[in-house]
T-cell receptor
Framework: DAKTTQPPSMDCAEGRAANLPCNHSTISGNEYVYWYRQIHSQGPQYIIH???NNETNEMASLIITEDRKSSTLILPHATLRDTAVYYCIVRVIIQGAQKLVFGQGTRLTINP | NAGVTQTPKFQVLKTGQSMTLQCAQD?????MSWYRQDPGMGLRLIHY???????DQGEVPNGYNVSRSTTEDFPLRLLSAAPSQTSVYFC???FGAGDTQYFGPGTRLTVL
């Protein structure tokens, strides 16, 4: 399974853009990059996903490098409620099962 | 829509007891799955179902049973609880195996 590498922690000032990097150098051509976040002990919350192209939705933007070996999640105007653990995940489909390979994640702290 | 709901939120069991963790979704999703989350280990797939009447094992199925009699419900049964099953359990659902999964709020289980 493709593994992801993320910095264990990051800080960002409220109102600024938070840029969270992720390395996935062994990703295969048909594997998607997904981002989830987990606030306290709540269930993982879906943020965004992509395959090759950059993606944007109401929560965030996802920038994927051309070689697909790394990506960056951008929260354009971070708020205190964005403090959470962010997981970069390579999604694999194996024999009909969707496998989300969660790593350690990045603990993002938004400071006032 | 309530999304994915899980009951109970918290549970304490004694070794050897049995119980059922409930999971329901009202989004007409065909694909449902159960994960467990242990400190420092990310989420691991226990069982999954691609539709009513069909279930299969994930990566850590031992000690757990599932059934899928309806599209909406996917209960997880612990047959004889062991301390190693102390964990936080998350249920997730998606339209299909290749679609974005949405997680429930989790059940925190302690086995003494």
């Amino acid at each position: 399974d493709a593994k992801t590498t993320q910095p264990p922690s990051m800080d960002c000032a409220e109102g600024r853009a938070a840029n969270l990097p992720c390395n996935h150098s062994t990703i295969s051509g048909n594997e998607y990059v997904y981002w989830y976040r987990q606030i306290h002990s709540q269930g993982p919350q879906y943020i965004i996903h992509g395959l090759k192209n950059n993606e944007t939705n109401e929560m965030a933007s996802l920038i994927i490098t051309e070689d697909r070996k790394s990506s960056t999640l951008i929260l354009p105007h971070a708020t205190l409620r964005d403090t959470a653990v962010y997981y970069c995940i390579v999604r694999v489909i194996i024999q009909g099962a969707q496998k989300l390979v969660f790593g350690q994640g990045t603990r993002l702290t938004i400071n006032p | 829509n309530a999304g994915v709901t899980q009951t109970p939120k918290f549970q304490v069991l004694k070794t050897g007891q049995s119980m059922t963790l409930q999971c329901a979704q009202d989004m007409n999703h065909e694909y449902m799955s159960w994960y467990r989350q242990d400190p420092g280990m990310g989420l691991r797939l226990i069982h999954y179902s691609v539709g009513a009447g069909i279930t299969d094992q994930g990566e850590v199925p031992n000690g757990y049973n599932v059934s899928r009699s309806t599209t909406e419900d996917f209960p997880l049964r612990l047959l004889s609880a062991a301390p190693s099953q102390t964990s936080v359990y998350f249920c997730a659902s998606s339209f299909g195996a290749g679609d974005t999964q949405y997680f429930g709020p989790g059940t925190r289980l302690t086995v003494l």
